[in-house]
């Protein structure tokens, strides 16, 4: 359900030979670039780079981060990574830049399998020398933190669901949001981490049952900052994560006048996972298109990626 799938009749060589003449060319050819590095699939485009240094004896990511500026250079340069380590990268400012980006590590970690999780945690010691976990202990702290190490365990359960616990875990998750203690916040987190999808379901289920209120909203009553919002992010991704991703594209293109970061890191990692899905649930929810929206408050050469990358249906045009 991606809107990025494999270009057929692929020429690795013939692309790669287009883009050097798109580079090296005294003013940067930027439709060429968008032409062709949004409508490869990410294998592809890896067969592209290898290609290029081949052909040129440069590295194709050097080449587009010193030809291109803004926002324009971010969604090209992100596209060259193989999605473990664009995870990886991205994880990597959000902890080491000059703040720290707490809702991208929530975007990424909430939202990952456990494969997802273990790819992209060698992939940051591969690019970075350095243990992912230590560095969200180092950069985070307090109920979040832990939420957090917990989730980049990637120890999730998988498959497994038994319904003779799930009114159990349900109670103890309905404890937890009436005392509030370090203790209950503990466990808490332990059970929405670490119970697999089909078992969540249930409990959430069965939390409905004991509380007369739905798992989400007692969160948001009784807890807040970003150990909240982590806690709602879980349940929303177990629920349905197409919907989470387009409510959080709608917060980071209407509610925070356009935040490029969030778009642009929603829209290449989920390009050939589930953007289909995702562009349908933000139309069902917010009656505009994504596509809609993204050309109404982006521009120039970066709308005309964003706009490639999400693809649109003929009525978005």
Known sequence: QGTILPAPNFNPIMDAQLLGGALQGISCEKDVLIEILTQRCNSQRLMIAEAYRNMYGRDLITDLKENLSHHFKEVMVGLMYPP????????????????????????????????????????????????????????????????????????????????????????????????????HKNMLQMILCNRSHQQLWMVFQEFQNISGQDIVDAINDCYDGYFQELLVAIV??????????????????????????????????????????????????????????????????????????????????
């Open 84 to 183: 473990a380590s664009y995870d990886a990268h991205e994880l990597w400012h959000a902890l080491k830049g000059v703040d720290t980006e707490e809702k991208c590590l929530i975007d990424i970690l909430a939202s990952r399998s456990n494969m997802e999780i273990f790819q992209m945690k060698e992939a940051y010691l591969m690019q970075y020398n350095t243990d992912l976990q230590q560095d969200i202990s180092s950069e985070t702290s307090g109920h979040f933190r832990d939420t957090l190490m917990n989730l980049a365990q990637g120890t999730r359960m998988e498959g497994y669901a038994d319904p003779s616990t799930a009114a159990q875990d349900a109670m103890i998750l309905w404890e937890a949001c009436q005392q509030k203690t370090g203790e």
């Open 236 to 317: 929303l991704c177990i629920r349905d994560k197409p919907s989470y991703f387009a409510y959080r594209l709608y917060n980071a293109i209407h509610d925070f006048g356009f935040h490029n970061k969030t778009v642009i890191r929603i829209l290449i990692a989920r390009s050939e996972i589930d953007l289909m899905n995702i562009r349908q649930r933000y139309k069902e929810r917010y009656g505009k298109s994504l596509f809609h929206d993204i050309k109404h408050f982006a521009s120039g050469h970066y709308e005309s990626a964003l706009l490639a990358i999400c693809a649109g249906d003929t009525e978005d045009y």
